[in-house]
């Protein structure tokens, strides 16, 4: 694989992590707990719609076939996604989701903080903008954290469901394949490994101020960097893509 074909994966890659996390945040739309929360989960899925947007579209440059930003986001099947897992699981409850959001935050912190140095402009761009819309994010899910765990007995207890669940995941988040051996012997992209360390230092400080216990490893899944994704992205899928697969020459 050369380099532009692993770039053209990675910028895949990051477009599907922002775009199944838009639109499970997407379905809290008229459903938060209150207004303002509402309003900012909206907001949130409007960030990550906006970053898949930008690197789908230059997927498709770099392609050069005549694809689109919405050929890629819509017509491509369950295994031609790139995410990683933890952003396709189902909501839950609010707890749930903040979890989700939390680790999922803290990750693309540190990634986007590394691809800020990267030797590709366009993906240096993206992760410098990006930066300061997931920094919001993080802050305001660890926020949302510390405030279960340090509540009620009823909050504290759906905030370590969600962590018990969710755990399982994390390891997909750091896992690397030919893509990105071949971008960071190139300089363009980042081992994990850093950021690994960093997110762990972070996500451990965070539970531990919300009281919450982080469970052993065990049933550790992966594979959403490489096309393998739990039953729960195909059912998202579905209803994600109905209207362009059902009119596929529509226009907005």
Avoid at 34 to 60: H, K, R
Avoid at 65 to 77: C, G, P
Avoid at 147 to 155: D, H, K, P, Q, Y
Wanted: proline share 2%; charged share 20%; glycine share 4%.
């Amino acid at each position: 694989m050369n380099t532009k074909e692993a770039l053209i994966n990675y910028s895949l890659r990051l477009a599907d992590n922002s775009m199944i996390a838009a639109q499970r945040l997407a379905e809290w739309n008229s459903c938060g707990p209150y207004l303002e929360e509402d309003i900012a989960l909206s907001n949130m899925a409007l960030d990550f719609f906006g970053q898949a947007e930008t690197m789908y579209e230059y997927a498709a440059q770099l392609s050069n076939n005549n694809s689109t930003a919405d050929m890629l986001a819509f017509r491509r099947n369950e295994r031609q996604y790139l995410n990683c897992l933890l952003v396709e699981q189902p909501n839950g409850d609010f707890a749930f989701t903040m979890m989700k959001q939390f680790l999922y935050s803290a990750f693309a912190k540190y990634l986007y903080e590394a691809l800020s140095a990267s030797n590709d402009e366009t993906l240096k761009g993206f992760a410098e903008r990006s930066l300061k819309e997931v920094k919001y994010h993080f802050r305001h899910s660890s926020e949302w954290l510390i405030r279960f765990g340090n509540g009620t007995e009823e909050s504290l207890t759906r905030a370590q469901y969600a962590l018990d669940e969710l755990w399982r995941y994390t390891d997909d988040l750091f896992c690397m394949n030919q893509i990105d051996e071949e971008l960071i012997s190139t300089g363009i992209s980042v081992s994990s490994d850093t950021i690994a360390a960093k997110w762990n230092f972070t996500v451990k400080e965070t539970l531990q101020a919300a009281n919450l216990i982080i469970p052993e490893k065990f049933n550790v899944i992966k594979g959403g960097y490489n096309g393998i994704h739990s039953e729960h992205l195909g059912h998202l899928l579905c209803e994600m893509q109905y209207l362009q697969r059902a009119y596929p020459d529509a226009k907005w």
